[in-house]
């Protein structure tokens, strides 16, 4: 409803844009013709004669009026209209199901027992004594009139605030899985109080309040005192303020000139492969098939072939029936067997992990990366079904509805960890999904993100978790610092600062704190429900207001280590490009039908995004090891700028192997078609 009101009066208005803009140009040459009078002390009517003719000028205003809308008007104003719409199931609606909720949303629940009440009594009027505490500041002036309680206005202000509260979890339904209480995501009351003890100590960063709270502030304090002697000084690297706005410098190319030189050197001696013989050389490799076991017998999956077919059918979005007509060996039927029977979340994730595992360890790897650091980003596909289920429209991709696929990769360019999600959620709230689930080795430690990623309450949760949260924040300075002491301490950088730290707040749920961070420790919540949670209704949720104190420290901090340090921009920088160029060869191996996503269910938009990793992932494997054997083949020739580094100590088989690593598969010239240990081959073009 709120959608739809919106939209009507942003259509109302665009139908009289040319009307009003013909009033808005009479309105500046009125305007022009009294202010000139007044400047040369001429009579403003004399004046105004000559311009306008006064009935003309008249029947202006008064069109001027008419399309003039309240300055406190409101989207609510055409909800009565809804209202017979609602009436066809409210009342079944509030009969079936029992709310609680915390003390706060009491009022609430006893205005939905007095409507209760009316329905079944099939009264209209609602009572004098009905409870109003829960109607908000916007929705007064239409639910209290002159007569008393308007019904419409009631019944909807409760049914919204309803939604608000089952949103966040302040209200709950006994039974559900989704509309719980928010206290029974987290570790339960009485395993908390025996364990608290022990999982404080064990915590790493520390979760004693007193620790944090004089670390941060003392550490606060020394760089908002630095960032301020730097920038009276003029002093700050690539940064400075021009008056009260903040400028920093983009960034400059820091690699050689004949990189790309280079590059194309080394990508000349790579064989040229199909990627049907590169997900099988790969394969051979990792065996990363095995990982996809029968669901009833456990078994993996003997047809290895068709469940690379089937996977490939879903990563490149070609189908399971197209699919098939371009094989000679598998049908529809067979393939959506395969998929019923071995393709599930888990063997992706195992098969994804034992993939990531191998690339790891090539030596070329590590000169991308620690494998320490990673970004996220979403990736936007189109939808191709009219009324989707968990897609849907977003401005930022324009008018059609949207799903994207969200996903973290790692400074060595692993994707590790994807997920549909729905274009309408910030990407902040699924950060923390891919860095505590990922079920791989690698160990993050730093993550990047753009400003879409980032919330003062993700700087919290990383920081607690120990995830250092480095995003590229658009308009810096217009995201204000936060300070333990007076702003007016700090000269220099004062328009940057936009409050205190309120340190009680923290101080009074901070245990409540310790028990959501040791929760999403121990698993017992998924990171990016309680994100969900937490913002789904700000205004009572205490935790939410904490972890947003506890989220101003950490970024006040991070955007002063910003603003003094180039290489950490350019780092955050590296680690998004790494991401944007793997959302470039998913969009290459995605290419049917503009890689639009016709799975209407999330199950099987999981199961697509995961698919397309696992294939990215397999290139990525393969391009790492052919690349690293043709940097050893340009260095045995002598090829000037490469230096010496370790080599494998293993096969690609997974038997030990004596420096140099033996070449993949069999003896390699740096031409011709990529090796297939199994001798097998997938019966596609």
Sequence with gaps: MFREAEKKQWTGFVQQGLQVNQKLHNYSRLTAVITQAHKEGCSLE?????????????????????????????????????????????????????FEAIPAQKSLLKALDAL?????????????????????????????????????????CALSELSLGLKSGDIWVQGSRRYRKFDSYLIESSVWSQRKEKLLIQAEPSLDCETYLTERKGLLDQQLQQVAALTREHALPDARMEGNQLVISPLTRSVPEQTEKWAERVYALLPRIHLTHLLEEVEGWTH??????????????????????????????????RMAEATEKYTADRLAWIEDWYIREGNYTRALAAIIKLQGEIPLAARWGSGRTS??????????????????TNAKYGRDP???????????????????????????????????????????????????GYTDHIFALCHLLGFRFAPRIRDLSDHRMFCFERPSQYEGIQPLLGGR??????????????????????????PSLLVSKLAGHPRQNHLFVALREIGRIERSLFTLEWLQDPELRRRVTIGLNKGEAHHTLKRAIRFYRRGSVSDRTQLDQDLNAMALNLVVAAITLWNTAYLDHALQRLRKEGFPYLKTSCHISRRWDGSISPSPVPIIGKEWTGLGEG???????????
Aim: charged share 20%; proline share 6%; with cysteine.
């Design 116 to 156: 209760r009440q009316m329905n079944r009594e099939e009264r209209t009027v609602v009572p004098s004594d009905a409870p109003r505490s829960f109607v908000k500041r916007n929705w007064a002036p239409f639910v209290f009139v002159d007569s008393g309680i308007d019904r419409c206005y009631y019944e909807l």
């Design 675 to 685: 090796s297939n240990p199994s001798g097998e081959t997938l019966l596609i073009p």
């Design 288 to 321: 990363f098939t095995k990982a996809f076991t029968h669901l009833y017998t456990g078994q993996s999956a003997p047809d290895r072939s068709g469940l690379l077919t089937a996977v490939l059918a879903s990563a490149t979005n070609l189908g399971k029936t």
């Design 402 to 452: 949207v799903a994207m696929f969200y996903t973290h990769v790692s400074d060595r360019y692993a994707p590790f960890h994807p997920r549909a999600i729905s274009s309408t959620v910030r990407d902040a709230t699924y950060v923390l999904d891919g860095l505590l689930n990922h079920q791989t080795d690698l160990q993050i430690e730093e993550h990047y993100t753009d400003t879409s």
């Design 501 to 526: 730290i309120h340190a009680r707040t923290i101080r009074e749920h901070w245990d409540d704190v310790a028990r959501l961070i040791s929760s999403l420790r121990q698993g017992t919540v998924t």
């Design 46 to 98: 004399s004046a105004i004669e000559k311009e306008f003719a006064w009935d003309a000028l008249e029947m202006d205003g008064q069109e001027a009026g008419r399309l003039a809308r309240p300055l406190d008007g409101s989207t609510l104003q055409s909800f009565r209209t809804q209202f017979p719409q609602f009436r066809q199931y409210t009342p079944k609606f509030l009969e079936t199901f029992q």
């Design 375 to 392: 970004s996220s980003d979403g990736q936007a596909f189109p939808i191709a079904f009219r009324k989707p289920v968990i897609a849907q």
